[in-house]
């Protein structure tokens, strides 16, 4: 059984950083590509950033480029969002997800929520301004 743990949400001003961790109950966490999204109240989930099954590969959504890294440690299970020169627009609940990375590591495909197996409770994140 999967099980996805999101933590390091919370409340920060406008400009400020979080760091966004999710611990993965996967034997082989390793073969997992990870993505990160969001869904703000009355919007559908979005896309934020995705990394390949090593680490080697990652894709973002514009919005977020260039302020949010994604990355993984593969011997502790964990998936990393970290969130910089954060902005009111990026109010949300935060949600990992894991799939397994068996095909070529693509935006069109691992940028899509449905394209996800596994997901995890959430955790909200608020920026004041």
């Known amino acids: 059984q999967v099980q996805l743990v999101e933590s390091g949400g919370g409340l920060v001003q406008a400009g400020g950083s979080l760091r966004l961790s999710c611990a993965a109950s996967i034997r082989t966490f390793s073969s997992y590509a990870m993505g990160w999204f969001r869904q703000a109240p009355g919007k559908e989930r979005e896309f934020v950033a995705t990394?390949?099954?090593?680490?080697?590969?990652?894709y973002y959504a514009d919005s977020v480029k260039g302020r949010f890294t994604i990355s993984r440690d593969n011997a502790r299970n964990t998936v990393y969002l970290q969130m910089n020169s954060l902005k009111p627009e990026d109010t949300a609940v935060y949600y990992c997800?894991?799939?397994?990375?068996?095909?070529?590591?693509?935006?069109?495909?691992?940028?899509?929520?449905?394209?996800?197996?596994?997901w995890g409770q959430g955790t909200q994140v608020t920026v004041s301004s």
């Open positions: 997800a894991a799939v397994l990375n068996v095909r070529s590591f693509s935006s069109t495909y691992y940028g899509r929520a449905r394209s996800y197996d596994y």
């Open positions: 990394i390949s099954w090593s680490g080697g590969t990652t």
